[in-house]
């Protein structure tokens, strides 16, 4: 039986790429600017893409901002949160759908299965593809910076209007059937983390 991430591979990997974005919370509004992905790879990229673990640097992602790397053909984000970010996560709770990761569409690992949704409080790891058909929604986006979200920071699905918090969980009542998809990881160091591999040394 296929799983949720063959469903997810199955997605055209050209057309995700071309909806990946990078974006910063800025103080009056997103600065959300597109970014698409080289085009054409080096053999190590290649290696990346078919499904090698990817090392990401953490040191120069600024407080506020994220860095997309790919990791299987999917886009991955490395959000730095602010205090600010995470305080905004913890005022979603009652108004997020499945706010401990309970639902197993997309299960999240066990490091991640609490209300911040990652190892550090301050770095959120997501599969940035919407789990509703496969778009890639945009963001962050700062409180008051679009009806969707209204005075919530997060991230907007421009597809159907899903929204989800600074954790990636999806807002009650939206088509997105569940939270962003935390990939496995683990943390090499303190700036350097590995995506797609968290077995133990
Ligand atoms: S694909 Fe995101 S809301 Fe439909």
Redesign the pocket.
Known sequence: MASASDAQDAVDPARRAALVTTGVVGGAGVVAAATPFVASFTPSERAKAAGAPVEVDLSDIAPGTMKTVEWRGKPVWVLRRTPEMIAAVKKTDGRVADPESKRAAYPTPPYARNELRSIKPDFLIVVGI?T????S?VGPMAAGSNLALGDDMGFL?P????TFDLAGRVFKD???PDNLEVPPHKYLSETLVLVGDDSKA
């Open positions: 919407c509703h058909l496969g778009c929604p699905c597809c159907h209007g899903s939206k088509p997105a």
